[in-house]
């Protein structure tokens, strides 16, 4: 049974930076692509950032592109989501999820996204 666990959340200043982690048992971690939502309070959950199974194709939504970055550790079977230049409209509760299907890759919008973290909370003060 697939298990996704999160941690890393918190306050911080504008400006600021924090690191994501996202650990997944129960499978073969390193044939799954991993993605990160985020889910601002009051708004859609939105996907901000993909990585292929193998951490070579990322995908990043225009909001966070070159502040954000996505990479995993396929021994540590952990995905991460270094955030820097965080925005107060950076505040939300971030969730890492993973496609349910083996060495699929469509970017960010294409997943078939069956798995879920507990998600953790990033508040950026202004």
């Known amino acids: 049974q697939v298990q996704l666990v999160e941690s890393g959340g918190g306050l911080v200043q504008a400006g600021g930076s924090l690191r994501l982690s996202c650990t997944d048992s129960?499978?073969?971690?390193?044939?799954?692509?991993m993605v990160w939502f985020r889910q601002p309070p009051g708004k859609e959950r939105e996907c901000v950032a993909a990585?292929?199974?193998?951490?070579?194709?990322?995908d990043y939504a225009d909001s966070v592109k070159g502040r954000f970055t996505i990479s995993r550790d396929n021994v540590k079977n952990t995905v991460y989501l270094q955030l820097n230049s965080l925005k107060h409209e950076d505040t939300a509760v971030y969730y890492c999820?993973?496609?349910?299907?083996?060495?699929?890759?469509?970017?960010?919008?294409?997943?078939?996204?069956?798995?879920w973290g507990q998600g953790t909370q990033v508040t950026v003060s202004s």
């Open positions: 129960g499978r073969t971690f390193s044939g799954y692509t």
């Open positions: 999820a993973t496609d349910r299907r083996f060495r699929r890759w469509e970017t960010r919008q294409g997943g078939d996204y069956g798995y």
């Open positions: 990585t292929s199974w193998s951490g070579c194709s990322t």
